[in-house]
């Protein structure tokens, strides 16, 4: 069947209650494609790290397991230790028969500028970054809004007046998660201190947990209370160091509120798993097309995460707030600014 929005809407409730299929190498259940519907087979290539780091790979691995789970056509995959691999696996996928070719994470762009000019009866897609190409898509979030909405429960559940932000490297994608803390917080706080520091200058950064907790202990030590990880793997790092000098941490991309129990305030969701089920139901019904999309609160593709775990922490009144906030973004009573577009 076509996933159509019906389908994206169920796949987000199943993500959120943890969907379990089997692995990517079990050819599943016997494809039932309707008359009409284009075969499609994905290959994706996960940012740098393991596939199951509980966040950002994680939700591309949740699409793919509900696409073949509903269609029972299979996916290919691909697990990378640095960038400088991404051409031989994308070829490697396409000798396989991928079709469509999914790479996650920004630092990809010229290595999808690449591959898809030497692939071009391969379509491509960009998650998290810009590549431009006919056959390429790009699909970018407007991380700040989401980033706002955790800014502004931060700033409630700040008992000293200081929060920190965490981030993997000094770059655009990552300065709009920054600043729309940062403006979360004042709009809520306007006299709140926010420290902003990054991990390195790479994609090596994002698996640096070491580093991590360093910077992590050195925010607590200047006051602050409540740190937002945007730092993929790293984030592990934050969170020990949080859980440790009893404070707390919000996490990102994926629910993380159940790592720590108790020291996860909240989560920023980023919906990775979104972004790639519209571009393979795209593919499905023939309306698949290159280009930029851009998905945010109005798509329900950034938000925050309330459940079970973190709910001892999060107030009535609170919850209360960052909602107010969620409706006043997603019907344009407020406008987060993005940094990159200066």
């Known amino acids: 069947m076509i996933l159509d929005r019906r389908s994206l809407l169920a ?36 940012a740098v790290g393991e596939k199951r780091d509980g966040g950002f790979n994680e939700g591309a691995l949740r699409a793919l397991e509900f696409f073949r789970n509903e269609t029972g056509d299979a ?83 700040s008992k000293s007046g200081t929060i920190g932000f965490v981030g993997a490297a000094d770059v655009p994608v990552l300065r709009k998660f920054a600043d729309g803390y940062a403006a979360g917080a004042k709009a809520t706080r306007p006299d709140i201190g926010v420290l902003v520091d990054y991990i390195g200058t ?17 925010q607590i030590g ?53 972004a790639v089920l519209r571009s ?7 309306t698949w097309a290159p280009g930029l999309v851009t998905l945010g609160v109005r798509e329900h593709a950034v938000g925050w995460a309330i459940d079970d775990n973190n709910r001892p922490l999060v107030t009535p009144a609170m919850e209360d707030a960052v909602e107010t906030a969620r409706r006043a973004i997603a019907d344009g009573t407020i406008t987060v600014p993005d940094p990159t577009a200066k």
């Open 222 to 274: 200047r006051g602050a209370d409540v740190l937002f990880a945007v730092a993929g793997e790293a984030n592990l790092g934050v969170f020990q160091a949080a859980r440790a000098a009893e404070k707390l941490a919000i996490g990102v991309d994926s629910n993380q509120n159940g790592v720590v129990p108790g020291t996860i305030l909240t989560s920023m969701l980023k919906r990775v798993d979104i």
């Open 280 to 286: 393979l139901d795209d593919m499905r019904a023939g």
């Open 75 to 157: 996916f290919l995959e691909a697990e990378l230790p640095s960038v400088d691999g991404f051409a031989a696996a994308a070829d490697g996928l396409i000798r396989q028969g991928a079709t469509l070719v999914i790479a996650v994470g920004f630092y990809y762009a010229d290595a999808v500028k690449a591959a898809a000019a030497a692939h071009p009866g391969t379509s491509f897609v960009l998650v998290d970054g810009v590549a431009e190409g006919p056959n390429i898509r790009s699909i970018v979030f407007r991380e700040q809004e989401g980033a706002y909405l955790v800014g502004v429960l931060a700033a409630l559940a």
């Open 202 to 218: 790479d994609a090596a950064a994002f698996r640096d947990r070491d580093r991590a907790t360093a910077i992590a202990r050195d």
């Open 11 to 46: 796949s987000v409730a199943l993500a959120i209650a943890g969907l379990s299929v089997a692995a990517a190498a079990d050819p599943g259940p016997a494809s039932h494609r309707a008359d009409g519907e284009i075969p499609v087979t994905p290959g994706v290539i996960y």
